[in-house]
C-alpha cells in the first residue's frame, strides 16, 4: 500500500510572504517617512504584538468593528485573555503611562511601522495580517498641530510621487456636543430601519455614528438624508475645526469637508481627516486619523490629549511608483581551495569599504562562474585561480564593457570606485 502524498504547507489565509524584491519597496517607503517623521521631531516606538484583551475593548470601543468582529483573541497558559494588536493607539498609550513617558522632557510624537491582525474578509490590499505606518502625537491641543500632521502626510505622499489624491476633512465633536447628534442621529437611521442592512440595524441601538462606515451602497445612499454633525458642534469644538481649516489654508493644502467621514473606530473626537486616492476603487482610503483627546484619561491616566494617523502599507504600496534600481555588486569566482581562501578575504576587506560581494560555495567551473555572474547582473567579477594566487594579482572583469584587467589586492577597491 503506497504512502499518502504529504499535504503541501500554504500561507494562511489572508496573510502573505513578502520575496526579497518586494522588500526593496518596503524598505523604500519605510525609509522615506522615517526621515520625513524625524524631521517633524517623531522617534521611532516599537511595543509587544500582543497585548490584554481590555485594552483594545477600552481604547479601540466595545461597539467597533474591530472589537465586535474582527479581534484575534486568545486564552494563554494561564488564562489570560490576549489579543493580537488590531491597531496601534491603545499600546501606545498604554507604553505611556506604563513608563511615565508624559513626565519627560521629550516631546510626545511617536511612529511606527510593524504588522496588525484583524479577522477581515481578504480582499484586494487587504489581510488578516497587514502592515501599517503609525504616528502619534500627544499633549499638543492646539489646531495648528493638526494641520501640521495633515501637511506631513501630503509630504509623505509627494516625496514618494503618490499623485490623484484628495484630503477629506471633519469634526466629530466631543462629549459635550455629540450626544445631542447621536440623539438626532438615532431618530433619522429609526425613521428608515427597514431600509438598512441587518447590521446597520444593529448599529441603530449600538451606536448609530457606526452606520456611516457600511459598505452597502443602498445604506451609503440612505445616510446620505442623515443629520450632520458639524451642525452640532459646540462653540469650542466648532472654533477648533475652523482654525484648523484655516491652518491647512496656510499651508496651501486643498481640502473637501466631508461631514459624513467618521471613521471606523469610536475614540475619536474633534478633527478627522483622510486622504483617498482615485487608483484604489471603492475602498479608497490611503490613510486616515484624528484626534482622540479623551484616552489617556479613560486608562486611568493624566487628561492629556492625543492625535494621529495610520496608513496601510499593502494598499499603500500598490499605487507608490517604483523605478527598477539595478543593484551593483562584484561577483568572486574562484577555482580551488587556496582561490576560495583568497576570494574569502578579499570579500572581507572589499565589504569594509562598502563594496557588495557575492561569493556563491558551489562546485561550478569558472565558465559556470561567470554564466552565474552576468545572469545576476554583477557589474564586476573579480577571477581568481591558482596563478592569480601565487602572484598576489587578480583578473578583474567590468561585465558592462567586456574589459578584463590584472589588478593588485589594493588597486581593486580603487578601479571599482572609479567613475566610467
Not at 15 to 33: F, G, H, N, Y
Amino acid at each position: 500500500m503506497s504512502a499518502k502524498p504529504k499535504k503541501k504547507i500554504t500561507a494562511i489565509k489572508g496573510t502573505k510572504d513578502i520575496l526579497p524584491s518586494e522588500a526593496r519597496k518596503w524598505q523604500k517607503v519605510e525609509s522615506v517617512a522615517r526621515e520625513i517623521f524625524e524631521l517633524y521631531g517623531y522617534r521611532e516606538i516599537r511595543t509587544p504584538v500582543f497585548e490584554a484583551t481590555e485594552l483594545f475593548e477600552k481604547g479601540t470601543g466595545e461597539t467597533s468593528d474591530v472589537v465586535t468582529k474582527e479581534m484575534y483573541t486568545f486564552l494563554d497558559k494561564g488564562g489570560r485573555s490576549l489579543t493580537l494588536r488590531p491597531e496601534y493607539t491603545p499600546s501606545v498609550v498604554r507604553a505611556i503611562l506604563d513608563h511615565s513617558l508624559h513626565l519627560k522632557s521629550q516631546p510626545m510624537r511617536y511612529y511606527f511601522f510593524g504588522p496588525m491582525f484583524r479577522h477581515d474578509k481578504p480582499q484586494k490590499g487587504r489581510y488578516r495580517q497587514f502592515h501599517q505606518i503609525d504616528i502619534e502625537v500627544f499633549g499638543e491641543k492646539d489646531p495648528a498641530i493638526d494641520a501640521e500632521i495633515v501637511e506631513m502626510a501630503d509630504f509623505l505622499l509627494k516625496r514618494l510621487n503618490v499623485t490623484d489624491t484628495e484630503i477629506l476633512v471633519n469634526s466629530v465633536g466631543c462629549k459635550a456636543c455629540r450626544p445631542p447628534y447621536l440623539r438626532e442621529l438615532k431618530q433619522a437611521a429609526e425613521a428608515v430601519r427597514e431600509d438598512l442592512c441587518p447590521d446597520c440595524q444593529r448599529k441603530i441601538d449600538l451606536n448609530p455614528l457606526r452606520i456611516f462606515d457600511c459598505k452597502e451602497e443602498a445604506c451609503r445612499e440612505m445616510s446620505q438624508g442623515f443629520p450632520k454633525v458639524t451642525d452640532f458642534l459646540c462653540p469650542d469644538c466648532e472654533e477648533h475645526f475652523k482654525l484648523f481649516c484655516v491652518y491647512l489654508g496656510s499651508y496651501g493644502i486643498a481640502y473637501r469637508l466631508e461631514p459624513r467621514m467618521v471613521r471606523g473606530l469610536d475614540y475619536y473626537t474633534k478633527t478627522t481627516f483622510e486622504i483617498i486616492s482615485s487608483k484604489l476603487g471603492a475602498q479608497d482610503a490611503i490613510l486616515g486619523g484624528g484626534r482622540y483627546d479623551d484616552m489617556m484619561k479613560e486608562f486611568g491616566g493624566p487628561d492629556i490629549c492625543g492625535i494621529g494617523f495610520a496608513m496601510g502599507l499593502e494598499r499603500f504600496l500598490s499605487i507608490v511608483p517604483f523605478k527598477e534600481e539595478k543593484e551593483s555588486f562584484l561577483y568572486i569566482a574562484f577555482l580551488g581551495d587556496a582561490a576560495k581562501n583568497a576570494g574569502m578575504e578579499l570579500a572581507r576587506q572589499l565589504r569594509k569599504g562598502g563594496i557588495e560581494c557575492l561569493i556563491e560555495y558551489r562546485d561550478r567551473n569558472l565558465k559556470n562562474q561567470m554564466s552565474r555572474a552576468n545572469k545576476l547582473g554583477a557589474d564586476w567579477v573579480l577571477i581568481i585561480g591558482e596563478d592569480e594566487v601565487k602572484a598576489n594579482r587578480y583578473q578583474l572583469k567590468n561585465m558592462e564593457t567586456g574589459v578584463q584587467q590584472e589588478v593588485g589586492a589594493d588597486d581593486i577597491l580603487t578601479f571599482i570606485q572609479k567613475p566610467s
